[in-house]
């Protein structure tokens, strides 16, 4: 678990977070590098995981086009700044 702070380590204990594999952790070291956020780009899971949400919400505001993305083959990219900024803001109920 090297790379992974101590909230996220802490967030793991307390089962807040549920990374499935090592990949996992990888995308949480990345998400909580420190490199500025607008230089870091993130794939669906990592959202997921990063900012304890649900992936059809994740997939419903790319969908809306309220979470700014890129697709680079079949992976979605989302710029960790965009994805804050996106997700710090309530999501409206059809």
């Keep these: 678990m090297s790379g992974i702070d101590a909230s996220i380590r802490r967030a793991i204990k307390e089962d807040r977070l549920h990374p499935r594999c090592k990949a996992d952790l990888d995308r949480l070291s990345l998400a909580n590098s420190s490199m500025p956020?607008?230089?870091?780009?993130?794939?669906?899971?990592?959202?997921?995981?990063?900012?304890?949400?649900?992936?059809?919400?994740v997939y419903r505001l790319i969908e809306s086009g309220r979470l700014p993305h890129e697709r680079v083959g079949r992976k979605i990219l989302i710029n960790k700044q965009a994805a804050s900024v996106a997700l710090a803001s309530p999501e409206r109920r059809r």
């Design 37 to 57: 956020d607008s230089d870091i780009w993130l794939d669906v899971r990592a959202v997921e995981l990063y900012f304890q949400v649900d992936r059809r919400r």
